[in-house]
């Protein structure tokens, strides 16, 4: 079983930081892709940001310039960096990884989230 371990959720302050942290283990095929995503309550889960294998990244509108997406192919592994965080960052947030499936196709996995609060 694929699974993605998310780390580093938890209470920010506004203004603050925080560094989520994702590792994608199991049957996982040649990774894409990966990043992450959020829900807040009542609204639809949006993209925060996402890392190709190529380094090529998106950002959320509403993340640009506070937020950093890293990663180590060699490692499985996705970093962002939340920096000056703000009372809407709060949200669960979920791993996300694009990885090669069967033929030429592209399975998606999620983590299980982990809940960010940033509040003073």
């Known amino acids: 079983q694929v699974q993605l371990v998310e780390s580093g959720g938890g209470l920010g302050q506004p203004g603050g930081s925080l560094r989520l942290s994702c590792t994608a283990s199991?049957?996982?095929?040649?990774?894409?892709?990966m990043g992450w995503y959020r829900q807040a309550r009542g609204k639809e889960r949006e993209l925060v940001a996402r890392?190709?294998?190529?380094?090529?990244?998106d950002y959320g509108d509403s993340v640009k310039g506070r937020f950093t997406i890293s990663s180590d192919n060699a490692k499985a592994t996705v970093v962002l960096e939340m920096n000056s965080l703000k009372p809407d960052d709060t949200a669960l947030y979920y791993c996300?990884?694009?990885?090669?499936?069967?033929?030429?196709?592209?399975?998606?996995?999620w983590g299980k989230g982990t809940p960010v609060t940033v509040s003073s």
């Open positions: 996300n990884a694009e990885a090669q499936g069967a033929t030429d196709s592209t399975w998606k996995y």
């Open positions: 199991g049957r996982i095929g040649k990774i894409y892709a």
């Open positions: 890392i190709n294998s190529g380094g090529d990244t």
